[in-house]
């Protein structure tokens, strides 16, 4: 194909109309409304699936199953040295090139608090967290 004046004059035109297009459908009324709708049905899968990848760490965590984390740990992963990035590494949670004096620790104090007040509160150890 070849472009010649008239077809860049042509694409230089259609910006201003692709621009009033585009504010006119971004200030709709309607639009955090439907955002929020859209936002809602691609969230509906993850109600059914369970217990996931980092649930099953919080959840052993909160219950006192890990022994180098206490129940307020729950978002501090990596604490430990080497021979738990090593533990890490071989049960295939930590990818193989991961440095041996790798740490990881969040300090989620308020979501660590919700996590406990969940459990205290008696909820399923089957719900899946993503329902709460």
């Keep these: 194909m070849r472009i010649d004046k008239s077809t860049k004059i042509s694409t230089l035109t259609m910006l201003p109309r692709l621009r009033r297009l585009v504010v006119h459908e971004l200030s709709h009324s309607r639009l955090p409304f439907d955002l929020a ?6 969230a509906l899968p993850s109600l059914s699936v369970g217990w996931q990848l980092d ?6 965590t909160l219950l006192g199953e890990t022994a180098h984390l206490s129940p307020w740990e729950a978002f501090s992963t990596l604490r430990g040295g080497p021979a738990l990035v090593r533990t890490f590494i071989d049960s295939g949670a930590l990818p193989w090139w991961t440095a041996e004096d790798f740490r990881l620790a969040f300090f989620r104090f308020l979501s660590v ?3 406990r007040l969940d459990w205290a509160a ?3 150890e089957k719900a899946s967290p993503r329902r709460r």
Excluded: I, K, W
């Design 37 to 42: 709708l859209v936002a809602v049905a691609l």
């Design 55 to 60: 649930d099953l760490f919080q959840r052993e």
């Design 113 to 115: 608090a919700t996590h």
């Design 122 to 124: 008696g909820r399923s």
